[in-house]
């Protein structure tokens, strides 16, 4: 009887290793995606998907460590991660999609039910709130999915690529022996559709036919202008999605870190997905929708000509940490205008933008040590004012001219 006991705990041990890593790895493709994923709405909720994968993945891991699972990811990464690039091979982000939430989350919810009804409900109690928390968040997901690919999948040729999709996503899975592993591994490797190459990184990023696409924004005009300042501003707000887009690809493209970077990064691109929700949310309280305004998708692309060292670095401390001033100029701005919404989604955003810019000092430094990089922290930012005074939008280049000016003591850090 002991020994059987054993066993049962052992193996629900092994299941939760996989599925903490299924949903931190699911959250990394959901990155690798999101600059392809053409509509606006679906990028939102997919930003939403990416940090709820990091925290499932976290509830998980929380628990194996009570469990004296020292080490989550030993033995289970080098079998999920290559059936995640499996699930990459998508060429369109309906397939993409489809094998996601209708496949791998529709056999990770089977599987947390019955782990949730049939473990040990004194012995294993605190396995079971985590799971049922999961699997709510996991079925409204896909319920989300299924509406979503109902409408994206308009064609006949777009159900069939999709139905091909579903089938070899299916048979990806069953060649790691499903989700927990329990059916044993299947030797025989699963072939996708000819000429099914990953399309990750994207170098652009896709809008909806809805955007009216421009080599840049508007210019900045004055604070005074009132409405068309804050129109302005909230405008920019929503273009954040690159933001997200940026961050999104290093969640994919850096290989190899630990746990708790894709973890901090899943946070950081929600933060950015919700800063563009607010810019959006603003923009229609005073009458307007984001394609209204010319579009640009120009940062996301001159940022993925660099490495995710330079995209990162550029991002958290030379923009992000840029951006404060005007950010406290226009606050103060609002709240003499008795514009109060105004006020708070800019408080909001300052606070996260301080975590962003925390994180930033964390992450650079070890990644530049990941990258092999030489050069000292001094340099490597340096050279980001550059690239950034060389590619931004007006007010970054104005910021990074700024910074880059020999120190006056006029320089602000938020
Ligand atoms: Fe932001
Ligand atoms: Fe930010």
Known sequence: M????????????????????FEIQTSRLLGGWLPGIRRWEV????????????ENSRDLRTRLWELRVTNPDRGVSDIIIPAI???ARAQHDYELLAGLYLVLKQDLLHAYREIAETTYDIYDYPTIPILKKIIAVTETQIEWAKRVLADLTDSGEKKRQTQRWIMYAQDVLASIGGVDGDEGEDTSAPVPPPAYSTLLPFVEAQRDERFKLQPALPPMPDMKSDGEWTAWQFMGYATEMQAAE????????????EWEFYYDFARHCWDEVRHSQLGCRRLEQLGYHISDFPHSVSA???????????????????????????????????????????????MFDIIDETMHVRWGAKWVPPLMKHYGYTETLDELVKRCREITAKYGTAAQ??????????KNKANEKG
């Open 2 to 21: 002991g020994s059987h006991l054993l066993g049962n705990a052992q193996k629900n041990v092994h299941r939760l290793q996989r599925f903490q890593a």
């Open 43 to 54: 990028k939102h909720e997919v930003g939403l998907h990416i940090w709820q994968g990091a």
């Open 85 to 87: 690039k499996e699930f």
């Open 246 to 257: 940026t961050l999104a690809t290093c969640l994919w493209e850096v290989e190899g870190m």
């Open 300 to 346: 996301y692309a001159w940022r993925q000509l660099y490495d995710p060292v330079i995209r990162y670095c550029a991002l958290t401390y030379v923009i992000e940490a840029g951006s404060f001033k005007l950010k406290h100029q226009s606050y103060q701005h609002y709240l003499e205008q008795d514009d109060l919404e105004s006020a708070q989604a800019i």
């Open 397 to 406: 280049k104005a910021a990074a001219e700024r910074d880059l000016a020999p």
